[in-house]
């Protein structure tokens, strides 16, 4: 790899952590895998977020069938951590889950 790809690389990825993800609004658009608080059996799934009236939608493509997980904004707990590029991140929940 040249020294100068590396580089580029190098300040991407300190740009990716520097940045501080407060809102799930600032996901619009992201790839992200949502970490689900389910005691003895924890579960990662991943997909595409949008968000649209106070609640941020991962729509998820499984082996088993699509299906949406809804976040709203205003009631959420939980923390947002950058991965490994610039548009995708781990939102890890920390309250149980509500299922409908």
């Known amino acids: 790899m040249s020294t100068l790809r590396r580089r580029s690389i190098d300040l991407k990825h300190r740009h990716m952590e520097s940045r501080s993800i407060t809102s ?8 992200v895998a949502v970490s689900l608080p389910i005691p003895d059996a924890p579960i990662v799934l991943r997909g595409m977020a949008s968000f649209a ?3 941020l939608r991962i729509a998820v493509d499984d082996a ?6 809804l ?3 205003s009631e959420w707990d939980g923390e947002i951590h950058p991965l490994n590029s610039e548009d995708s991140f781990l939102i890890r929940l920390a309250s ?5």
Do not use: Q
């Not at 088993?64 to 997980?69: A, C, V």
């Not at 149980?96 to 409908?100: C, D, F, G, K, N």
């Open 96 to 100: 149980p889950l509500a299922y409908y």
């Open 64 to 69: 088993s069938g699509s299906f949406d997980i």
């Open 24 to 31: 799930l609004r600032e996901l619009h658009g992201s790839k």
């Open 71 to 73: 976040i709203k904004d």
């Open 53 to 55: 009236d106070d609640s």
